[in-house]
């Protein structure tokens, strides 16, 4: 992939009794899924090519059956192959109050 690569994280909250089907249907998509809970939870970890993907993703897994919520956890921007540096989305959060 050339150019910025979008590196996220999403939990995904799945009934039960539909976990296998989704657990599919999110691989299918091209979401890597490194943890599980019998009771439903999944993460998954997307690599894309733009935000517009990662919102595309998120919204497709939201609409399979049986997922119950869709959060996006984590979302980093990696550098293009020329060598910028990787910018980290939770950097660009405001810190502190309301001015």
């Known amino acids: 992939m050339t ?3 979008h590196i996220s994280s999403l939990v995904v909250q799945v009934r039960p009794d539909r976990l296998a089907a989704v657990r ?9 899924i490194p943890a599980s809970d019998p009771n439903g939870k999944l993460v998954v970890v997307i690599e894309t090519a733009s935000e517009a993907a990662v919102t595309s993703f998120a919204s497709t ?3 399979l059956d049986g997922v119950l919520s869709t959060n996006l956890v984590y979302h980093l921007i990696d550098g293009d192959e ?8 939770r950097a660009a959060e405001p810190q502190g109050g309301i001015p």
Not at 25 to 30: H, L, N, P
Not at 82 to 89: E, L, N, Y
């Open 3 to 5: 150019g910025p690569v």
């Open 24 to 32: 599919r249907a999110i691989e299918d998509e091209g979401g890597e």
């Open 61 to 63: 897994v939201s609409a």
């Open 82 to 89: 020329a060598g910028s540096d990787p910018v980290d989305a």
